[in-house]
């Protein structure tokens, strides 16, 4: 199934770059690209080990109410050079209007090069469901009770 993502560009963007795009039929997550304004585009972004910084989109969106959309890490990048998102997944609500960033981190040793263009991340469409939170006296009884983090061991 899909639903409409509208995507705005927003001032100083590169429309030429490629909205988020599905590599394969049935991918789960539409890569998405860096898009730096114009000042930015020949140097790009140089993350040293360590840091992490704002990749912008180049483009605002607006997600139908009831879906969110993840932004999560590429495998490739993360195996091949340490790249992760700082806070994956990346929430991006239904009722955001602004830039939309990707928070990228480098885990790795050695200094990553970010290009224009280039495919950072990858944006999952997914259903949400609010919870509605409520102070009560007793929680019903369950065989793991309060075991947890790591109670069952480790095979
Ligand atoms: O990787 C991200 C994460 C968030 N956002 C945008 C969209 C999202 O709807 C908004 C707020 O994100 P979040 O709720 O995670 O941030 P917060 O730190 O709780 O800020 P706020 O108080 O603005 O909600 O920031 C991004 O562009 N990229």
Same mark, same amino acid.
Not at 31 to 59: C, K, Q, S, W
Not at 81 to 110: C, F, K, M, W
Not at 119 to 139: C, H, K, N, T
């Given at each position: 199934?899909?639903?409409?993502i509208?995507?705005?560009? *927003?001032?100083?963007?590169?429309?030429?770059?490629?909205? &988020?795009?599905?590599?394969?039929?049935? +991918?789960?997550?539409?890569?998405?690209?860096?898009?730096?304004?114009?000042?930015?585009?020949?140097?790009?972004?140089?993350?040293? &080990?360590?840091?992490? /910084? *704002?990749?912008?989109?180049?483009? +605002?969106?607006?997600i139908p /109410?009831?879906y969110?959309v993840? =932004?999560?890490?590429?495998?490739?990048?993360? *195996?091949? @050079?340490?790249?992760? *998102?700082?806070?994956?997944?990346?929430?991006?609500?239904a009722?955001?209007?602004?830039?939309?960033?990707?928070?990228?981190?480098? @885990?790795?040793?050695?200094?990553? @090069?970010?290009? @224009?263009?280039?495919?950072?991340?990858?944006?999952?469409?997914?259903?949400? =469901?609010?919870?509605?939170?409520?102070?009560?006296?007793?929680?019903?009884?369950?065989?793991?009770?309060?075991?947890?983090?790591?109670?069952?061991?480790?095979?």
């Amino acid at each position: 199934m899909s639903v409409e993502i509208k995507i705005q560009w *927003l001032d100083g963007a590169d429309p030429e770059i490629k909205l &988020p795009s599905y590599e394969t039929a049935h +991918a789960a997550g539409g890569d998405v690209r860096a898009n730096f304004p114009p000042e930015m585009r020949a140097e790009g972004v140089t993350l040293e &080990p360590g840091a992490r /910084a *704002l990749i912008p989109t180049g483009f +605002a969106m607006e997600i139908p /109410a009831g879906y969110e959309v993840q =932004v999560r890490p590429r495998s490739g990048l993360a *195996l091949k @050079h340490g790249i992760s *998102l700082a806070n994956t997944p990346g929430t991006i609500d239904a009722d955001y209007r602004g830039p939309v960033g990707i928070i990228l981190i480098n @885990h790795g040793q050695e200094p990553f @090069h970010v290009t @224009h263009g280039e495919r950072i991340g990858q944006m999952v469409v997914a259903p949400v =469901v609010q919870g509605a939170f409520s102070v009560v006296e007793d929680l019903t009884d369950t065989a793991r009770g309060a075991g947890g983090f790591g109670s069952t061991g480790r095979k």
